[in-house]
């Protein structure tokens, strides 16, 4: 089982920039793929970027591409950094992984076996 925590969500400005962080530890050494998922309220959660394990390759869910750049080693660290945020990117970030499994996308969000509590960004104007 892999343990992950969320932290540096917050409440920002429309325009601002926040940078969010997930910890990883357990069994990672099965990690295959990490991401970001977000939820806002009364939505389903949806994907913004995934990281294959070892940082090679990055993926974007299509209509988010452009603001958002995830980084990281993806085992034990994954970063989201997020620019120019607007009120619609109000949402709980969730940080999860890809265990005993070979997917890395930001679609099928019940192929990530390992989910974190969440951090809390909030926009506003």
């Known amino acids: 089982q892999v343990q992950l925590v969320e932290s540096g969500g917050g409440s920002v400005q429309v325009g601002q920039s926040l940078r969010l962080s997930c910890a990883a530890s357990g069994s990672t050494q099965m990690t295959w793929c990490m991401g970001w998922f977000r939820q806002a309220p009364g939505k389903e959660r949806e994907g913004v970027a995934a990281?294959?394990?070892?940082?090679?390759?990055a993926h974007y869910a299509d209509s988010l591409q452009g603001r958002f750049t995830i980084e990281g080693n993806a085992k034990t660290t994954l970063y989201l950094q997020i620019n120019n945020l607007t009120v619609e990117d109000t949402a709980m970030y969730y940080c999860a992984a890809v265990g005993w499994d070979t997917y890395c996308g930001t679609s099928a969000l019940e192929r990530y076996n390992s989910w974190g509590q969440g951090t809390q960004v909030s926009v506003s104007k």
């Open positions: 990281l294959r394990t070892g940082g090679a390759t």
